[in-house]
């Protein structure tokens, strides 16, 4: 990528793009150990299962499996991290570096998912599972301040699609609500599971007043997200990339919005946009071809995100790098999306406004302001003026 600057807009390098705030919706918190960690807690836990036990070769090994196009081997990578963290001390580090990790990247608020009901073969209970998590969370956050970063880390609780415990999982959300837990989320494979099957989880959401997202649209088109949004109420999709099918545009660049389409634009619905993970699992063919870019110019609430940082090899950073490269954005880009995001969280409404104006804007104010010195600098520099 090429650093260069325009009046325009400033083109930011990636070194401009980590120091940016940047504000993450959809990231999987078994999606996104480090491979060290990965190696320490299989040693400690005692799983046997590990492919690699060389903490290098061991990510390479998530990175080619989930780019194999193998659905088994995909979901073999999240039966490896699954399978480490089993105990209250695994929870507590994998949530910990989570937060440590993302502070690091530059982003600044954070909705974390995972399923509680894949955390106790080792014997811990629903419960035991949040607080470890929560707990782990804060720490990071303190450690991230440690070391000049500020982040903040809310929980979403996911319910797996196949299963059958969307409810107590809609009521473990709810209880934890106000200590770390922001949400509630729906994962797992869309096709033969469709979100009304959980409506019941839903209804008492909505009567608590609380908030979800629901993994709609990725493989499994529109249908999916109809049910998402007009049956099971959804603040926001998770993906909803297919949201492409319903938008025609024609050989003169004129742009028809179906129905569907319509609504998700007229009724701000946040789409949790995942660029790389859509390319492993095929949803897209290239960053060019993302929807992405079509959803961003007809001011789709778009949102970038990561999903799966191990199985993807990404960051927050990285999606916008991928996007800056693709589309040529600019910071004023970067922070659309970010204000997109930050719009679209689950916290309180005067929590979002001064995370926007206090951190978001000022951020992105303070990069911008950056380009201006240096075309200040460089104007002195040509013209003599100095001394
Ligand atoms: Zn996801």
């Not at 009724?267 to 961003?296: D, F, M, W």
Request: with cysteine; proline share 4%.
């Amino acid at each position: 990528m090429t650093s260069q600057t325009t009046a325009t807009g400033v083109t930011p390098s990636p070194d401009q793009i980590r120091r940016a705030p940047k504000v993450l919706l959809h990231d999987h918190l078994d999606g996104g150990l480090r491979p060290g960690t990965i190696v320490d807690l299989a040693r400690a836990t005692g799983y046997p299962h590990l492919p690699e036990t060389d903490p290098g070769r061991l990510g390479v090994w998530f990175r080619e499996a989930a780019d194999s196009g193998s659905l088994e081997r995909y979901l073999e990578t999240f039966s490896h991290t699954v399978g480490v963290m089993q105990t209250r001390d695994a929870l507590v580090r994998v949530a910990r570096e989570c937060a440590e990790d993302l502070a690091e990247d530059g982003v600044v608020y954070a909705e974390v998912r995972y399923a509680p009901e894949q955390h106790l073969e080792g014997g811990l209970t629903l419960e035991e599972v949040v607080e470890a998590v929560n707990e782990g969370f804060r720490e990071g956050e303190r450690t991230a301040r440690a070391h000049g970063h500020r982040i903040r880390v809310g929980a979403l609780l996911t319910a797996m699609r196949h299963a059958a415990r969307s409810l107590e999982i809609a009521e473990l959300a709810n209880r934890y609500r106000d200590v770390g837990v922001v949400g509630f989320d729906i994962a797992g494979a869309e096709a033969g599971h469709p979100p009304t099957r959980h409506l019941d989880a839903f209804e008492f959401l909505k009567r608590e007043n609380n908030h979800f997202t629901i993994h709609a649209g990725e493989a499994f088109g529109l249908p999916s997200i109809w049910q998402a949004l007009q049956w099971c109420g959804a603040d926001r999709l998770g993906h909803g990339v297919r949201i492409i099918d319903d938008i025609e545009v024609a050989g003169d660049g004129t742009v028809k919005l179906g129905r569907l389409a319509s609504y998700v634009r007229d009724k701000r619905v946040p789409l949790e946009l995942c660029p790389s993970s859509n390319l492993q699992t095929g949803a897209a063919s290239s960053y060019e071809e993302h929807p992405i870019g079509l959803l961003r110019r007809l001011h789709f609430r778009a949102t970038v995100n990561t999903d799966n940082r191990l199985m993807s090899g990404t960051s927050m950073s990285r999606e916008f790098e991928h996007l800056v490269d693709a589309f040529g954005y600019t910071l004023d880009d970067l922070q659309w999306f970010s204000v997109n995001a930050m719009k679209s969280a689950f916290i309180p409404f005067d929590e979002r406004l001064a995370m926007i104006n206090d951190v978001i804007k000022s951020g992105y104010a303070e990069l911008k302001s950056e380009w201006l010195f240096q075309q200040t600098a460089s104007t002195r520099d040509s013209s003599g003026l100095e001394g």
